[in-house]
Every structure is written in structure tokens, then in C-alpha cells.
């Protein structure tokens, strides 16, 4: 069963550049069978989906944040990283990882993964 777990900074001030892991257990990433991505919900919104890496290491972004992030893949360490540039306020939120044996870009309902992280708060302040 794949279990995620996100790790990271919970406060990083503005201009800053977030990053966040997730580390993976229970399935090998280079195995080839999931998509792993990134959703974040800020305080009162609705989820809100970031992008996602494959398994061959290609990305999608969303077109509202593709200036400013990137996902990483650690294959011998089994996690991806989240990098989010030039942070603001309106950045913070709690950030989740999640794991899909399908493509569905900008998907947020839970129940299109297999697999979702606890989530990290992130906090953006000066």
C-alpha cells in the first residue's frame, strides 16, 4: 500500500522559494505506476491543484503557477519535490502530495487518487 508523507519549512518569508518533499513508501517510484502531484488548499478556498510529475519524469503545471514551480523526482530516495519560487502570502496554505495511476490533470476530488499525504502547513509571513 503507497503511503506519502510531505516534509518541509512551515514558515517561509515572501520572495522566498518553497520547497516541499514527499516521500514515498510502499510502491518504487521508478516502478512506473503512478503519477505524483501536488494539491494545496488556502485557508477557506477549495483544494487547489499545482501540477504532477510521471513516471518517465515529464511534468504538468498548472498554467496559474508553471512560471514559478517545478517538481523534482529522487528515484534512489523515492520522493519528489515540490519548488514553488518567489512566494507570497497568498501562498500559504496546506500543501498535499498524492499519488494517481491516472493522468487527470487539475483533479482535486480525493477519490481520483490513490493515495494522498497528510498535508504540511505552510505559512508565507515576513
Known amino acids: 500500500q503507497v503511503q506519502l508523507q510531505e516534509s518541509g519549512p512551515g514558515l517561509v518569508k515572501p520572495w522566498q522559494t518553497l520547497s516541499l518533499t514527499c516521500t514515498v513508501s510502499?510502491?518504487?517510484?521508478?516502478?512506473?505506476?503512478?503519477?505524483w502531484g501536488w494539491i494545496r488548499q488556502p485557508p477557506g478556498k477549495d483544494l487547489e491543484w499545482m501540477g504532477v510529475?510521471?513516471?518517465?519524469?515529464?511534468?504538468y503545471y498548472s498554467p496559474s503557477l508553471k512560471s514559478r514551480m517545478s517538481i523534482f523526482r529522487d528515484l534512489p530516495k523515492n520522493q519528489f519535490t515540490l519548488q514553488l519560487l518567489s512566494v507570497a502570502p497568498e501562498d500559504t496554505a496546506v500543501y498535499y502530495c498524492?499519488?494517481?495511476?491516472?493522468?487527470?490533470?487539475?483533479?482535486?476530488?480525493?477519490?481520483?487518487?490513490?493515495?494522498w499525504g497528510q498535508g504540511t502547513q505552510v505559512i508565507v509571513s515576513s
Open positions: 498524492a499519488a494517481s495511476r491516472r493522468l487527470i490533470l487539475g483533479a482535486t476530488e480525493k477519490t481520483l487518487y490513490d493515495c
Open positions: 510502499g510502491a518504487s517510484m521508478s516502478a512506473g505506476l503512478y503519477y
Open positions: 510529475v510521471s513516471y518517465s519524469g515529464s511534468t
